[in-house]
């Protein structure tokens, strides 16, 4: 079936470090969206790219959305510790398929 | 507005028992989700219901889960008799469309623990 894998599972950095979290399929999606749950909490819709090679900003956030809309990313620059959490990508042709989730871990 | 609204939010209990888990959509959307979450499977769609009309049911582990959507503003899922392995976080979502361009809303959960 319909899948979307999400790299890495973990990461732990530094604040102030960057992070990035990739998602990819084998299938042209026909969106991607993003979500983030903080620790205990649910997930909470960040943002929806459409376009391909679309990208998208929210403060310290960047979204991309791959040329041939089989890949995207989530970029933090200068991390903070209210950045922790769970960053899930969702996509898909005709189902919206949820990625494995990248933790990210701040240390201060 | 209130947002997705479950009930309970923490469940335990004994395998073999019944467990009910409840949802309130945000009013107005036609679409309801419910999702499981394990460590080890991530975030699992279930089922979900169009204007209170099971659609697709394929995620439902086994004849043990069931759902119902008696009307537009609440939902159960119910797992009878329960077993440990289906210990997970159950979240129910929202949208106003079932389209992949819509984005869904999160209720908080419940954390079911079956011992």
């Known amino acids: 079936g319909q899948q979307v894998m999400q790299i890495p599972q973990y990461q732990h950095v530094q604040e102030g470090e960057d992070f990035t979290t990739y998602c990819n399929s084998s299938t042209t999606l026909s969106n991607i969206q993003w979500y983030k749950q903080r620790p205990g909490g649910h997930p909470v819709f960040l943002i929806q790219l459409v376009k391909s090679g679309e990208v998208k900003k929210q403060k310290r956030l960047t979204f991309q959305f791959g040329e041939a809309k089989k890949n995207s990313s989530l970029h933090i620059t200068a991390t903070q510790t209210t950045d922790v959490g769970t960053y899930f990508c969702a996509g898909g042709r005709n189902k919206l398929v949820f990625g494995a989730g990248t933790i990210l871990r701040v240390k201060s | 507005d209130a947002g997705v609204i479950q009930s309970p939010r923490h469940e335990v209990t004994e395998m073999g028992q019944e467990v009910t888990l409840r949802c309130k959509p945000i009013s107005g959307h036609d679409y309801l989700f419910w999702y499981r979450q394990t460590m080890m499977r991530g975030l699992e769609l279930l089922i979900y219901?169009?204007?209170?009309?099971?659609?697709?049911d394929s995620g439902m582990p086994e004849d043990r889960f069931s759902a119902k959507m008696p009307n537009a503003s609440f939902s159960t899922l119910k797992i009878q008799p329960s077993e440990p392995r289906d210990s997970a976080v159950y979240f129910c979502?929202?949208?106003?469309?079932?389209?992949?361009?819509?984005?869904?809303?999160f209720g908080p959960g419940t954390r079911l623990t079956v011992t």
């Open positions: 219901f169009n204007n209170n009309v099971p659609i697709d």
């Open positions: 979502a929202s949208s106003p469309g079932q389209g992949i361009n819509y984005e869904r809303y």
